[in-house]
């Protein structure tokens, strides 16, 4: 990846996506549950997925019945979710950002964005919100947290922040915290969590962490310092040949207009 790449975030996954397509976690089929009793969500609504990314919520909501548009500005990350989800005729693939969606006015019934809100530009992202949803639509904004619950996911958050690329500058937290979100929303939102997990192998854990874009990739400086350590962590806290990543899945929702 070239230095104007990984500054780009429309750009920073083009060579990650395999990884994650298969190592990145989904979101908990219980948060559709939470957009249907906090959001009035329908399988009737249509839904506009910003930042859908490889189509990981998207395909919770398509299942849902819903209508979806996957708006995603990279090429290869949303060429693998048009694969991933070509049995679904409520998919519609746009090449498109949260501060341009390219959907017309007053056309989405919800506007919802997993794991992506940190990568937009904030206050153009709500104007385009605010435009292309209907009176009354609601926003959420959804984000996997791994937590720091065990030996192994403290180790490992160090490990982060001893070799990647940059991890402390494009850390989610910074974006969700209460006073960005009271800004974006306008104060008048609320918050769930969720657990989620994954157990990895040594081979998956390799995978999730070459899913970060802030992950120094074969080649790069730290890589081959990173991933010996990364075994060393593997093999100290390993148990039956695996270790888990466990998360809370954060939701915050609220009108715009």
Known sequence: MSADTHRDPT?????????????????????????????????????????????????????????????????????AAEAALRDFPGFHSIDGSAEATGLAADSVDHVVAAQAFHWFRADEARTEFVRI????????LVWNRRLESSPFLRAYESLLHR???????????????????RGFFGGGHRRATLPNAQSLDWTALQGRVLSSSYAPMPGQPNHDAMFRE????????????????EYETEIYWGRLA
């Open 133 to 140: 949803g209907k009176p009354g639509s609601w926003t959420a």
């Open 11 to 79: 750009r920073r996954f083009s060579d990650r996506v395999a990884h994650y397509v298969r190592y990145r976690p989904g979101y908990p089929p219980a948060l559709i549950d939470i957009f249907r009793r906090e959001l009035g969500l329908e399988p009737s609504h249509t839904v506009a997925d910003v930042g859908s990314g490889t189509g990981k919520l998207s395909e919770l909501l398509l299942r849902n019945g819903n209508p979806v548009f996957g708006i995603e500005p990279n090429r290869k990350m949303r060429e």
């Open 230 to 245: 990364l075994r060393g962590i593997f093999d100290a806290h390993q148990h039956d040949g695996g270790v888990t990543f």
């Open 163 to 181: 070799f990647s690329l940059d991890y402390a500058a494009v850390d989610h937290r910074k974006k969700s915290d209460p006073d960005t979100l």
